[in-house]
């Protein structure tokens, strides 16, 4: 069992803790502020999910998951950077403006990415790129869409991405699905694919996919 905490408790957090939870870890959902009531209670969201500040589930978790807005977490993230430091940080967000109709909009870090942003302003910390290539409800269950996905996986440190690699198994991923881009500069190829996820939202609307490898 490890420790795991999760940055953000919208849609994206609150569906990664289930899974994990499921799985065996000890999951704790870090809130904004000890105030922040947009989370649901936790007996919905299982018995081995807890609630914390956000300062407090990065220092107390083995491994931190960083589900907060992409435009916000580069701040965010560098002021815990005592809390993380010695973690594997795994981003799952992608760094965007919203457009007009709240969809993703232009990059935030064009020629970069979030997770370049956050490896430099955290160097203690060990960051991983992955699951930023889908809708919220493929990332714990990939078996549901009828093609195979692919998760794509970059950082720098390689026993963080076996790490990592591992929890991507506990929420269902194959490992024939799972593709390791290489170092964290490889995230920027990942984070620009957000940029087609609007325009096949406005097509077929809020639909389970992911942008995957087809061989």
């Known amino acids: 069992m490890t420790s795991i905490g999760i940055l953000g408790t919208g849609r994206v957090g609150t569906n990664l803790a289930g899974k994990l939870a499921q799985a065996g870890h000890h999951v704790t959902l870090g809130r904004r502020s000890p105030k922040d009531e947009t989370t649901a209670p936790a007996e919905d969201t299982g018995p081995r999910i807890c609630f914390a500040d956000q300062r407090t589930t990065a ?7 960083n589900a907060t807005p992409g435009d916000s977490s580069l701040n965010r993230l560098t002021d815990l950077r005592t809390e993380l430091a010695g973690k594997i940080l795994v981003d799952v967000s992608n760094a965007t403006r919203d457009a007009d109709d709240g969809l993703p909009g232009d990059l935030v870090y064009p020629g970069s990415s979030l997770a370049e942003q956050l490896q430099a302003a955290l160097p203690d910390t060990r960051v991983v790129k992955t699951l930023n290539t889908m809708l919220f409800m493929v990332m714990t269950a990939p078996e549901t869409l009828a093609t195979a996905p692919t998760v794509y996986v970059s950082g720098n440190d390689e026993d963080a991405k076996k790490t990592v690699t591992g929890l991507l198994g ?3 991923w194959q490992s024939a699905w799972i593709e390791d881009l290489g170092n964290i ?3 920027r190829a990942t984070e620009a694919m957000i940029l087609v ?3 096949v939202l406005r097509r077929h609307g809020f639909k389970p996919f992911a942008v995957s490898l087809a061989r």
């Open 185 to 187: 500069t490889t995230a």
């Open 59 to 65: 220092r107390t978790a083995d491994i931190v998951i």
């Open 170 to 172: 506990d929420l269902g």
């Open 197 to 199: 996820v609007p325009h």
